[in-house]
C-alpha cells in the first residue's frame, strides 16, 4: 500500500505541501484536484520518489519510495516498442540485452494498451491518446504496482480524455493497481475515479470518496467557486455545473 506519513515539502521559505497524511488501498483510480499551485505536482513528485520530504515519510509497503529503483533512460525519439522496453530498465543489469521474459512483458504490455499495432511506429508520431497508452504500457512492462500519472490528459481532446480514462479503469479491473491522476476536469474525475484527494494550498482540504466531495459545498470548499450538482442522466454520479 502507498501511504503518506505526515509529509511536508519545502523550497526555500515556500511551503508546497504541508503535513499529508493518506493511504491509498490497491485497485483504486484516485483523482488529484485543487487550485493550479495547490501542490498536486509536489504530491505526484513525493509520490514516486523524484522529491525527497522535508520531513515525514512517504512509504510502498513500508519502504520509502525514495529508496526504490525507478529511474529510466530518456525515451525522446523512440519507437514504440523501444519506448515500452524502456520499462523493463530496472530488471536489466547494466547493458544487459533483453531476456525471453522482458520480451514476453513487453508483448503482453502493447496488447493490453492497444498498441500492439503501433510497435514500429516512432512514438513522436503518434496522436496524443496513442502517446498516452504507449507510455502506460512502458509501466506496465515495468511491472508497476502504482501509476502515477501527472496530468496525462492535458492537451487531449474529450475522445482521447475518455479512451485514456476507460483504459486506466480497464488495467485496474484487470491487475489492481493503484492510480494517482492529476485532473482538472471534475466530471471527468467524477465519472471514472474512486475517490478523490483534493489539495488547497498545500494542505489536504478533501480525501473521500467521490460521491462525498460532490457536493456544492465540498467542492466551494477546494475550489472557492460556487457549483451547482445535478444527476448526470446515468444516475451513477453528479455532474457539476457553473
Excluded at 493511504?23 to 487550485?35: D, E, F
Excluded at 491522476?181 to 471514472?192: G, K, Q
Amino acid at each position: 500500500m502507498l501511504s503518506l506519513d505526515s509529509v511536508s515539502f519545502r523550497s526555500g521559505d515556500r511551503v508546497l505541501l504541508d503535513a499529508v497524511s493518506f493511504s491509498l488501498p490497491p485497485g483504486q483510480l484516485y483523482g488529484v484536484i485543487g487550485h493550479n499551485g495547490a501542490g498536486k505536482s509536489t504530491l505526484i513528485r513525493l509520490l514516486g520518489g523524484e522529491l525527497l520530504p522535508s520531513s515525514g515519510a512517504v512509504l510502498l509497503d513500508g519502504t520509502a519510495v525514495h529508496t526504490l529503483p525507478q529511474k529510466l533512460p530518456d525515451a525522446a525519439d523512440f519507437l514504440v516498442r523501444e519506448l515500452v522496453m524502456l520499462g523493463r530498465f530496472p530488471w536489466q543489469g547494466w547493458l544487459q540485452r533483453p531476456s525471453a521474459e522482458d520480451v514476453a512483458r513487453v508483448e503482453e504490455a502493447m496488447a493490453q494498451t492497444d498498441v500492439a499495432r503501433l510497435a514500429a511506429q516512432p512514438v513522436n508520431t503518434l496522436s496524443g491518446g496513442g502517446r498516452q497508452r504507449a507510455w502506460l504500457a512502458m509501466c506496465l512492462a515495468q511491472q508497476s504496482e502504482v501509476l502515477l500519472l501527472d496530468e496525462p490528459l492535458a492537451a487531449l481532446d474529450i475522445v482521447y480524455q475518455v479512451e485514456v480514462l476507460q483504459l486506466v479503469r480497464q488495467l485496474i479491473a484487470a491487475r489492481g493497481l493503484t492510480v494517482v491522476v492529476i485532473i482538472h476536469d471534475i466530471n471527468l474525475a467524477a465519472r471514472f475515479c474512486d475517490a478523490l484527494i483534493a489539495l488547497k494550498g498545500g494542505r489536504l482540504c478533501r480525501f473521500a470518496p467521490v460521491g462525498e466531495v460532490m457536493s456544492a459545498a465540498a467542492l466551494q470548499e477546494v475550489f472557492g467557486v460556487q457549483l451547482h450538482l445535478l444527476d448526470h442522466p446515468d444516475g451513477k454520479h453528479r455532474v457539476a455545473v457553473v
